[in-house]
């Protein structure tokens, strides 16, 4: 006899929002973290996820063929013509067995994962995890409600656990997607030993007030690395964050390749792929370097942890590996004989792949990745990183060598232009709308400012001997530079085309947000909004209370001074009624 077992259905959410981010629609109470700033970076990892599988299916049909050619020298079929590989094209929101398996470690609402299905061609499985069992419950309901059943699985699990847990070849994943609040750190171990060789591993880190150098103790504690508070605080920690990839990796036997480098809004997102092998792991060491900053005028001056060159000008393809002498700088600066400061190690190596990002930026240019909502921003930064030096780490401010120098500061135009007339390399970073990024070493930027300082002189009280500012400009100019005439590469093609390079603060209430926090309508009460404006808020409090005991010190005084008032009129009274009395009673009178 079957008996039927009425299931009865999961309690309604009392406290439900609808949030709608492309076509995805998501039902989530308020104790599920949601962050509507972060759709620039979901829209990002869209495109980059879909890249990097079309380049993926491309290194696969290249391996076939040479596989296929080592078995026979030479393909031919029947009518002597050479067979040529025929690349398969894929949909999205449709399951194929040769596509990616992606992981989201820690997804929250599911929204992330549910884009992915919808939105990335060649998507075998995505897995999204999430240690909180609410959170989990809410994945579900929100993958039945958009119909991604057949590409999604959700899991309930510690995500170190699971990740540590898929370490086998057959369970690995071909894309690690991390988006933790605050320090990615203690993912990575696990991220870094259950991704395929040549996977994608995707990271965020919102912690940037220890990255940026405000915390530095913190920072080597979290990272391994030293910051130093500098103008480029934001790319160095990019550097600092694939450091502590890289040496990750290296723990294992494998080594990182960045495709993509970004510092955008208050965290850095980070596009690597992983391989393994112990011979390339070598050069890890080479790509690391020490960071010497003076504490006077702040250049700054960077040395390799480790050195490679060919073994001989024949056998060019051999290298030997070595270890530099240092240190770079002197016990003093030579510019100002002020001292240094030591940081690091960080990553000194190329931060994007700039074959891929030529790739993305054509991509998100064409349909379908066209119609992304944040679309412009991603073709503008993206067009400042293929703008980018790649193998000049690291920049210089205009108003901050002007700031040491107490100059009138000069225009980014101008400085570009004196540069490249000199014969030297400049651009921009997408990281900070003032960088001055170039090969040109620090003597050459004081000596355009010192220069400068000729047309626009400064006071000569300010030249107080032992400071930076009188050791640089007490040295005479070595060349004349070339200001007025603009140099045809001085404005570059993202700036005439006024594309969206820096954008301005997304939201009202902009920020991480809080864990388990839905950040949009009348739920939205994050720490950052909390804490906005506290001390003039604490200050006007207790001005408030100053005042209103100030006016019932008043109105008791006034009080007081009433009272007071009536009981003199009333003794006064007295004092007039009582003679007539003492006349009346007085056996005397």
């Known amino acids: 006899m079957e008996v039927e077992v009425q299931q009865e259905p999961p309690p309604a959410n009392p406290n439900a929002n609808i949030i709608t981010e492309r076509n995805a629609n998501i039902i989530s109470g308020g104790n599920v973290f949601y962050n509507p700033v972060q759709e620039f970076n979901r829209d990002l990892s869209i495109a980059v996820l879909n890249v990097y599988f079309q380049r993926l299916v491309k290194e696969r049909a290249e391996k076939a063929k040479k596989q296929q050619l080592r078995k026979q020298k030479q393909q031919v079929d029947d009518n002597g013509q050479q067979e040529t590989t025929v690349t398969p094209s894929y949909t999205a929101g449709t399951k194929y067995e040769d596509g990616m398996r992606i992981l989201e470690a820690l997804a929250a609402t599911g929204l992330r994962s549910i884009r992915y299905a919808q939105e990335i061609a060649g998507v075998r499985q995505i897995v999204a995890n999430d240690l909180s069992k609410q959170a989990v419950e809410s994945i579900k309901t929100n993958v039945q409600h958009n119909g991604v ?116 809004d208050f965290y850095v997102r980070i596009f690597v792929r992983v391989y393994s092998s112990q011979a390339l792991c070598k050069y890890s060491m080479s790509k690391q370097s020490w960071l010497f900053q003076c504490t006077g005028c702040e250049a700054f001056t960077l040395q390799p942890l480790g050195t490679v060159r060919s073994k001989s ?224 808020r604490h200050k006007a409090a207790q001005q408030t209370t100053k005042k209103e005991n100030k006016d019932e010190e008043e109105e008791e005084a006034l009080a007081r001074g009433e009272q007071e008032q009536e009981e003199q009129k009333q003794c006064q009274e007295d004092e007039e009624q009582q003679p007539a009395k003492q006349l009346k009673l007085s056996p005397t009178t």
């Not at 912690?207 to 405000?214: Q, R």
């Not at 709308?433 to 930027?445: C, Y």
Request: hydrophobic content about 35%; proline content about 8%; some cysteine.
């Open 149 to 264: 059943e057949h590409l999604i699985e959700t899991s309930h699990a510690d995500a170190m656990t699971l990740m540590y847990l898929s370490t086998a070849p057959q369970q690995r994943f071909d894309a690690v997607d991390l988006d933790p609040y605050g320090c990615p750190n203690r993912f990575l171990d696990g991220a870094l030993q259950c991704i395929v060789d040549g996977g994608l591993l995707l990271v965020t880190a919102t912690d940037m007030a220890v990255l940026a150098g405000n915390a530095p103790e913190s920072c080597y504690v979290k990272y391994g690395s030293v910051p130093l508070r500098m103008k480029c605080c934001h790319e160095m920690a990019l550097r600092i964050l694939l450091h502590c990839i890289e040496t990750h990796a290296n723990r294992h036997g494998k080594y990182i390749e960045p495709l993509l480098s970004i510092s955008a």
């Open 313 to 536: 000008a024949e056998q060019p393809q051999v290298v030997k590996f070595g270890i530099p002498t240092g240190p770079a700088v002197n016990s003093q600066c030579e510019h100002c004989s002020h001292r240094h400061h030591l940081g690091g190690p960080i990553w000194s190596a190329p931060i994007h792949n700039m074959e891929f990002v030529e790739d993305l930026l054509q991509s998100v240019q064409t349909a379908p990745l066209s119609e992304l909502g944040t679309q412009r921003r991603i073709v503008g930064v993206l067009s400042m990183v293929k703008e980018e030096l790649p193998d000049v780490p690291l920049y210089y401010t205009p108003d901050k060598l002007c700031c040491v120098l107490k100059l009138e500061i000069v225009p980014m135009l101008k400085m570009r232009s004196a540069l490249l007339h000199a014969g030297y390399r400049v651009s921009y970073s997408h990281a900070n709308k003032n960088s001055l990024k170039t090969d040109a070493p620090a003597s050459v930027l004081w000596d355009v400012l010192r220069c400068w300082s000729k047309r626009h002189p400064v006071r000569e009280d300010r030249l107080i001997p032992g400071t930076a500012l009188q050791a640089i400009l007490s040295q005479p100019c070595q060349r004349d530079y070339e200001f007025d005439e603009l140099h045809p590469l001085a404005n570059p093609s993202s700036r005439k085309q006024a594309l969206s390079r820096f954008q301005e603060n997304p939201a009202p209430h902009w920020g991480p947000g809080t864990r388990a926090t839905i950040m949009i309508g009348d739920n939205k009460l994050p720490k950052s909004y909390r804490n906005q404006n506290k001390k003039q």
